[in-house]
DNA sequence: TTGAAAGCGCTAACAC
DNA sequence: GTGTTAGCGCTTTCAA
């Protein structure tokens, strides 16, 4: 025999209540979750003890027992960069009155902590996972196929990939490259540059940019890459360090990957006496508060996060309502739009 | 008898695990955790079975029969707001490689959400609890309280609270206040503002900065409470909304309570054609990045957000490993450093 | 409207 | 080094 009592035994537990309320913990744990299935007096007495001892539900236990963790994972590359602030913020306001609670992981933009975040998210059983992206390996792919069989939502975000996982929220960055390209190209600029990290989605907007720009008969830009994770002294750096005909000085015309890339470009093109948008016109992603108040304001890519991150939740709490068999993947394209203002 | 099949039985098991190296479950189990504990070759089997079978530990599962979630809780008031992401971050990097997942709730700043989403938080039994801020009920103080009793370590930050909870990580709010006003002073400010939200500690960096210029024979500064959880444009609209006596634009020098604010009442300074720091000094506190970039760049106070989350983890996991009867709160004061740049 | 019994997938304790 | 047994706190099913 054994006392099992790893932790002094403490805890008030369903039973305290309804040995308290005088009735059996399966009523209790009705009148909790379903209250309308237990008679009004009943209710009563359990509410004043539930409020008496202070007794606060083992989600734990009850995610165990019903297969349901009411849960939601999220993989981020990163908090820092305040651009993905609002696709988490969408996410948690649209499940948290669910009674779901967010799971948060960060990748850094590093293959193997992006495995190992998974494993560790995978491992809460979540009913959901929300990636920033698509995976970075075939290993983070592969683990995230398997919890798809077994019924968790998958839903890949900031993207369109081809080839999705399960569902999927986001904008065709390759389009926004066009776009922004299309624009510098009508407003006459010709030495054009993009500068950004080397994730898929940066590359993925950069292609889009040389794309257009070959079509419309311009020098191929050049590609300033910035080491992952990269943050606004990166850019600042890059401008500063460029020489030679790699210079980012010479561009008239640059596409920032993101806002924070954006702000330092202008900062440091500010700071060499250059004019924005008279000498270099700037173009960013995100359409941070920030790109509203700069001086110039700054022309961007507005992606709604905080609308990708409630359709996530959407997502996910519809197809958690649903069979199985009959749950089919969903592809929404949010788009862009450019926001002109004063920088280009 | 029953069959209880909540779901389609699937998911691999131990049990699977363990029949497919031919042991028995807690083999496997010692397998995962202890592999020392484990004969090499019994090892190799049961990598191979975990392998094959693609298994993936059920955590809530483990947690519940060891009455440990190696998980975390972090309540911030809100995430859009980036002046919190370098503590998310430090909080997450020090607890990921321990195995710990991070659950992430938002207050929004509102004394009913804040309960809401801290019983939220309390039911996922966290083995730690790491607030932003103090409760701003008595309600939220008495459920951190229970908790903590029970065993969970409570770590409020970014302040130090005078009547904490548990531990805490953070810095005198009204020590930066004090700073900010006798460096106005020291410059020959006449007519201080300060402008931020109404939560605790902008407040207690109010009351300092007020004191301070109290005691300098300064006159009261102007205060400007912005509607939690305010943003840039509010900062902006308070600027620009101004008029008569209580006119920021007659101020001399604004203490902003984050860079948040500061960066937007620069751009609305600038754009009145005001001259920083010439007709007005302006102070922010955060020190973001864009603080360093900013023309003309920001002087502020410096908080180590990303030092205050691990500090938070190292009390949560040296907490954890102990007793809970040789368990003594810890108080621990970062400090902050005023970081002079041209702003002010 | 309420209850009894069984069991979710794992780990702690104690044998051997 | 490995296995047996019991049980974590809850929800499910089925019966009354």
Redesign the pocket.
Known sequence: ??S?T?CPPS?T???DVAERAG?????V??A??TPA???P??RARIEAAVASLGYV??LV??A?????TRTVGILVPTVSSSIFATTINGLTDALESEGYSIVLAQSGYEAAREVAALAALLGRRPEGIVMVGSPMTDAARIMLEAAQDRGTMVVETWDLPERPIGSVVGFDNRAVGNAVAARFAAAGHQRLAFVGGDDDRASARFHGFAETAARLGQAPPLRIQLPAPSAMADAVAAYNAAHGPESLSRADAIFAATDVHAFGLLSAALRHGRRVPEDTALVGLGDLEMARFSIPSLTTVRIDGARMGQAAASLILEGVRRPSHDYAPKRIDLGFELIVRESG
């Open positions: 025999m054994s099992y790893p805890q537990r369903l039973l009735v059996s913990v399966i009523t744990s009705r909790l979750r299935k237990v008679a007096e009943t539900p083992n236990a009850g165990l027992a019903s297969a349901r």
